[in-house]
């Protein structure tokens, strides 16, 4: 019953650690169609909490009340806000844009090609989980965590084999002292 909760909780461990492997992956990928997101903000709680992970997709078009992420021209940081306004300045259409906690409208307005893309979903808190993964000693256990296990089973099984054989050496010993 032991070994077979042992091995029961060993692959449980591998799969989690490879879904959250493959989370990472598809944050890399450029081929994915979509993109994931680590907010690291609360600029738009309650709606993604601080920590969530979110998926976005370009969209072919963007419309008031849509939850989008941009990198304005120039600038380092990615945002997601919340489309609140949509006009035309200069000839050009751009995007108010507004947290949900936040009390006013962003002061820059945001042109349809800084969109990256539209939200579709998300996953409070998985965010706290993927950066520790993507520091050294998270991605070390990572690795090594599956490593080590997929080690001990294997061990578990030379051991296995080797009384096996150790057995058979025995049983042929004896029929060979009864002869």
Known sequence: ??????????????????????LLMGMMLPFVPYQMKIVESGSMEPTIPTGS?????????YTVGDVVT??????EEVTTHRIVEERIEEGKEVFLTQGDANDAVDTNPVFPAEISGKMWGHLPYLGYVLSFFRQPIGFLLLIGIPAVLIIHEQIGKIRAELRRQQIAIEEETNIADDV
């Open 53 to 61: 992970v979110i998926f976005i997709s370009s969209a072919v078009s």
């Open 70 to 75: 941009f990198q304005r021209s120039g600038e």
């Open 1 to 22: 019953m032991l070994k077979k909760a042992s091995t029961l909780i060993g692959y449980t461990t591998m799969v989690a650690f490879l879904a959250v492997a493959l």
